[in-house]
């Protein structure tokens, strides 16, 4: 099975968890890139079932607009029963990093309100210690050298993405060589920074359940605490 496949598996195990809770008021919180657009495309088949969306990023809204699933302000509403969304890497428990297509901020945020965040991904994001793929840091234009020179102080190699300015108006660092072996404390430390709007490391929120892609099918990863709260 290719990439695409695999994707496109956790695309529908994603619907088929949500479709039985779906009601006439329920929000589902999207996320942003490829694997997300294709849960975009399946849920299209379901719109009658639920009220809305909302979005974390103006591509995932658009492409919602496009199938005539109505789209909310996060402010302008009380509950986003589910929050659907893929990832960049994974690890067992269940931390993320996000942020490739740039879009870290809001999806921390729409993840932050959700009730449920359900991770979509294809097995080659499963890791053992984050890191390999370049932390994604949303910085205040005005800041990035500065954070540039505290995130080496860090000891990573933070990299402009050249030519890209998020949905909020910032730039992004990419940070290399920067293998995260204590994903909570590392989220806070690089939130700390002045000038950081927000890094793609999801470990203080990290995913309920994970719904990974494989060649021997689809793998459900529950987050324990999560469960057994609910
Ligand atoms: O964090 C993200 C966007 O900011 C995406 O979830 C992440 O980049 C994974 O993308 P894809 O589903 O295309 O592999």
């Not at 740039?102 to 993840?111: H, Y």
């Not at 204590?182 to 927000?198: F, S």
Request: aromatic residues 6%; glycine residues 8%; proline residues 4%.
């Amino acid at each position: 099975m290719d990439q695409d496949s695999l994707k496109l598996s956790v695309a529908q195990a994603a619907l088929d968890v949500i479709q039985p809770q779906l009601e006439s008021n329920t929000i589902i919180g999207i996320g942003t890139g490829s694997t997300a657009n294709m849960f975009i495309d399946l849920l299209a088949n379901a719109a009658h079932l639920f009220d809305g969306a909302v979005a974390s990023s103006e591509a995932s809204a658009e492409r919602l607009r496009g199938h005539n699933i109505p789209v909310y302000d996060l402010n302008a509403v009380d509950r986003v029963a589910v929050y659907v969304d893929g990832a960049d890497e994974c690890n067992e428990a269940l931390e993320l990093i996000k942020g490739g297509g740039a879009a870290l901020t809001r999806e921390k945020i729409v993840a932050a309100v959700a009730t449920e965040f359900i991770c979509i991904a294809d097995e080659s994001k499963w890791v053992s210690v984050l890191g390999s793929f370049p932390l994604p840091v949303e910085v205040v234009p005005m800041a990035r050298s500065h954070v540039a020179r505290e995130i080496v102080k860090l000891g990573g190699d933070p990299v402009l993405r050249e030519g890209v300015v998020t949905d909020n108006g910032n730039a992004i660092l990419d940070v290399y060589n920067f293998p995260i072996a204590q994903p909570l404390a590392t989220e806070a430390k690089i939130n700390g920074i002045v000038g950081v709007v927000c890094n793609g490391l999801f470990a203080l929120r990290p995913a309920d359940r994970l719904l990974l892609g494989t060649t021997e099918g689809v793998r459900d990863i529950k987050r324990p605490e999560f469960f057994l709260d609910s």
